[in-house]
């Protein structure tokens, strides 16, 4: 785009939204992070509620110095997850209808929005 169009490097990368210093400098891949990301995918396979917080945890003796944004940016490049657990689903009760007074003062009810009683001060709850 530079030669082809005759634009100066930092327009260039302006029109692109990429950063100079990432124009520059590519991302190197060392044989280390390879190390990691494997070592990772097996700890993930073997042990799925393990987040990468967990597997950085247990990563840190096999690899020392090793930092939990290099562990978070591997585990998300391998499309790792926890799976969220389904919610289980509460046995439904059955519906009574509500009771009908027969009498005055029989039921009773109360607004728990507003009430009239001083709790520290405040009038709603």
């Known amino acids: 785009m530079i030669e082809k169009h005759n634009l100066s490097e930092r327009h260039a990368c302006r ?12 991302p190197q891949v060392t044989a280390e992070n390879a190390q990691i990301s494997a070592a990772i995918i097996d700890l993930a396979q073997a042990r799925r509620r393990f987040g990468y917080r967990r597997i950085h945890d247990l990563l840190r003796p096999v690899f020392p110095g090793v930092n939990h944004k290099r562990v978070y940016r591997l585990y998300s490049d391998a499309n790792l997850a926890v799976r969220k657990r389904k919610k289980a689903k509460r046995p439904l009760s059955e519906r009574v209808p509500l009771q009908i007074a027969q009498r005055v003062n029989e039921v009773w009810s109360m607004d728990f929005v507003r009430t009239a009683w001083p709790i520290a001060g405040a009038s709603s709850i």
Do not use: P, T
């Not at 692109?16 to 400098?25: N, Q, T």
């Open 15 to 26: 029109l692109v939204g990429l950063s100079r210093d990432s124009y520059r400098h590519l």
